[in-house]
């Protein structure tokens, strides 16, 4: 209602009440585009971060308060540390998958900064964890140092996902090393019981490569295939280890090994294939010169 002051002639409107609220509210509700409601393809990129969460759950539980506590077994460390372990290879499944059904489907406008929220919590705070815990728990290592470890690679992914969502690459690779295989490289590093300086060289130079220039290919087509299939290898060889069957750790020290190789490794055909590439450029050019 409109209230005419007879001072002022002015028109007086009362403050806005329960109805007025609702109305506000309602309005916003229908204002809110279609582009901003889940999609599948947001819902598979919520499951990566409930991965990552449980996998500090994990962590904490049947690794870190039974260390504190003095009641330490070492079978129900195991198995936490596998399962902390699988929900990190889960959530990179559900990262794999949630791309590939937004190009077939169609992807919300929230989906690119989910994806980079649910990346952050998987591939960042859970591996960066999982180094902590390390820190604490070994006999060998220093809790401080390997917190700056810790942060180290925390600080990495966090760079490598804002350098991601500002710079336009050609399609097909990535610059520098993703950051699900970069988390699970690290994983893989602690995993293997090396010795404590060259676990934390080794962690701090996946950190680098994840932030470097270095190309790595998207995994799609048969390449997509193939991660899936190591993936699934690696579920395999924690569940060995985690239940201690006859030659698990021997099998889950071989997969992690390989998994270290394989990040090492692709950096380096990928750098041979820009070399080779920029030779029969160079030839091309100096034929198209020639008289």
Request: with cysteine.
């Amino acid at each position: 209602m409109t209230v005419i002051d007879p001072d002022t002639q002015a028109a007086w409107v009362p403050e806005a009440g329960h109805d007025a609220d609702a109305a506000h509210d309602d309005a916003d509700v229908a204002d809110i585009p279609l582009s901003t409601r889940l999609s599948i393809a947001d819902t598979l990129t919520l499951g990566n971060a409930i991965c990552g969460f449980m996998a500090v759950y994990f962590t904490t539980t049947g690794v870190l308060i039974p260390h504190l506590t003095g009641n330490e077994d070492g079978g129900m460390a195991r198995h936490s540390a596998a399962t902390a372990v699988i929900l990190i290879l889960l959530a990179s499944v559900f990262d794999l998958f949630d791309g590939l059904v937004a190009r077939k489907l169609r992807s919300s406008a929230m989906g690119a900064e989910l994806d980079n929220l649910s990346d952050l919590i998987s591939f960042g705070l859970a591996p960066a964890y999982f180094v902590v815990v390390w820190g604490m728990v070994a006999d060998d290592a220093h809790q401080r140092v390997s917190a700056v470890a810790a942060i180290v690679v925390l600080l990495a992914v966090v760079l490598r996902l804002a350098r991601f969502s500002c710079v336009q690459l050609r399609d097909g690779i990535f610059q520098g090393m993703p950051s699900p295989f970069g988390a699970l490289t690290v994983v893989s590093i602690v995993l293997l019981e090396l010795p404590f300086m060259p676990t934390l060289l080794a962690i701090v130079g996946v950190a680098w490569l994840m932030v470097s220039r270095v190309e790595y290919p998207k995994p799609r087509g048969r390449l997509a295939v193939a991660m899936l299939g190591w993936i699934v290898l690696s579920m395999g060889l924690l569940a060995a280890w985690a239940f201690d069957a006859p030659g698990g750790e021997l099998l889950l020290q071989t997969g992690c090994a390989l998994q270290v190789v394989l990040g090492a490794v692709i950096p380096l055909f990928a750098t041979a294939r820009r070399v080779n590439t920029f030779r029969d450029n160079r030839r091309e050019a100096r034929a198209t010169q020639l008289p």
